[in-house]
């Protein structure tokens, strides 16, 4: 009364040994590749970087051989630091507005035209808010006031 039966194939017994020796060599095998790998490209990083500081370790030598002589340290202090001998001022100046163009009034506020008070209206910060003119001078009134900034 069996509806249908199965066939399975029988494997010599060979097979499944070889099998599994084969998978534990692709193991064995895989794993160390991927170590030398990961070690190799951690050797190019740091070749490049060793490469790199080489490259900075000459040019800092060839920028200390052109400073060696004193006249030559003292130009580069005035050229990249800014900086001047005893006595000396340090004058800057600033650009102007557009490219080649310095305007008299361009860099110094002080050469700028005075403002005349009644002309426009007052930064918002210095007018007396209604609240504070009609607000009595008690105790209370002042302390919130200064504690205003919790608002």
Same mark, same amino acid.
């Given at each position: 009364?069996?509806?249908?039966?199965?066939?399975?194939?029988?494997? +010599?017994?060979?097979?499944? +040994?070889?099998?599994?020796?084969?998978?534990?060599?692709?193991?064995?095998?895989?794993?160390?590749?991927?170590?030398?790998?990961?070690?190799?490209?951690?050797? &190019?990083?740091?070749?490049?970087?060793?490469?790199?500081?080489?490259?900075?370790?000459?040019?800092?030598?060839?920028?200390?051989?052109?400073?060696?002589?004193?006249?030559?340290?003292?130009?580069?202090?005035?050229?990249?630091?800014?900086?001047?001998? +005893?006595?000396?001022?340090?004058?800057?100046?600033?650009?102007? &507005?557009?490219?080649?163009?310095?305007?008299? &009034?361009?860099?110094?506020?002080?050469?700028?035209?005075?403002? &005349?008070?009644?002309? !426009?209206?007052?930064?918002?910060?210095?007018?007396?808010?209604?609240?504070?003119?009609?607000?009595?001078? !008690?105790?209370?009134?002042?302390?919130?006031?200064?504690?205003?900034?919790?608002?």
């Amino acid at each position: 009364m069996r509806a249908t039966q199965t066939k399975q194939t029988q494997y +010599p017994r060979w097979v499944l +040994p070889l099998a599994v020796l084969t998978a534990i060599a692709i193991i064995a095998v895989a794993f160390p590749f991927k170590t030398l790998w990961r070690q190799q490209v951690a050797l &190019n990083a740091a070749s490049s970087q060793i490469t790199q500081l080489h490259t900075q370790s000459s040019t800092l030598t060839q920028r200390a051989k052109a400073v060696s002589t004193r006249a030559a340290a003292i130009a580069l202090a005035r050229e990249e630091y800014q900086l001047v001998q +005893p006595g000396q001022r340090l004058i800057q100046v600033l650009p102007g &507005n557009g490219a080649g163009y310095v305007a008299l &009034n361009s860099t110094d506020p002080g050469l700028q035209p005075l403002v &005349n008070p009644t002309s !426009g209206p007052l930064p918002s910060s210095t007018t007396p808010s209604p609240a504070s003119t009609s607000a009595p001078a !008690g105790f209370v009134s002042r302390f919130v006031r200064t504690l205003e900034f919790w608002r």
